[in-house]
């Protein structure tokens, strides 16, 4: 009776625990969440650990680290957090300690992401992401470099006098049109 009783509770935490948000999270003083799951092959006396997260007091996930079915970790992020809670840093891990990719992230004084940088395993940056913003706050166009400063791709944002979002626009390394996504409102 106890083991089906404690695979019920375990069952309900691995459906709730995801859908928990940030502010949840802050609220409720969560400092990690641990998922374990029963399986068939596992039989239900002998859960297996799916994942394991940590988090700051500001509710922002420092780490996740997910399990293989052995229990040897198979991937692993971790995440830096500015004072304002913007992430600043990811590093990705292939199994526990080895480096698969590190990116770090700038912000402007409008708390608005202006800079992506991705790094390869050794720290070669591989590509530079900028974007720019409308004095209201709109985005105005991101655009994409090779870790060497040359384009791979830009995209532009155009918006109408209510400031909604009507067209984006995103070319090619060569400058030639790749796509163009346009948004029509009816108002009242």
């Known amino acids: 009776m106890k083991t089906a009783l404690g695979i019920v509770c375990l069952l309900c935490f691995y459906l709730i625990a995801p859908c928990q948000s940030d502010k949840d999270i802050k609220k409720n003083k ?33 780490q996740q680290i997910e399990y293989k079915a052995d229990g040897s970790v198979d991937k ?15 590093i990705k891990y292939e ?8 990116k770090t992230l700038k912000y402007d004084k409008f708390q608005n992401k202006i800079e992506e940088d991705e790094f390869s395993p050794s720290g070669i940056l591989l590509k530079k992401t900028l974007i720019l913003y409308q004095p209201t706050g709109e985005k105005l166009s991101e655009t994409i470099l090779d870790g060497t400063g040359l384009l791979l791709k830009k995209t532009e944002y155009r918006y ?27 108002y009242y």
């Open 76 to 90: 692993k992020e971790v995440s830096r957090f500015d004072k304002s809670g913007n992430k600043i840093e990811e």
């Open 160 to 186: 109408n006098t209510r400031d909604l979002k009507v067209q984006k626009i995103t070319t090619n390394k060569s400058r030639q049109l790749e796509s163009v996504k346009k948004w029509g409102y009816e």
């Open 30 to 62: 969560i400092k990690s969440i641990t998922t374990w799951q029963s399986t068939k092959e596992s039989g239900p006396d002998n859960p297996l650990k799916e994942s394991f997260e940590t988090y700051d007091k500001e509710g922002n996930m420092t």
């Open 95 to 102: 199994g526990d300690n080895v480096i698969s990719s590190r």
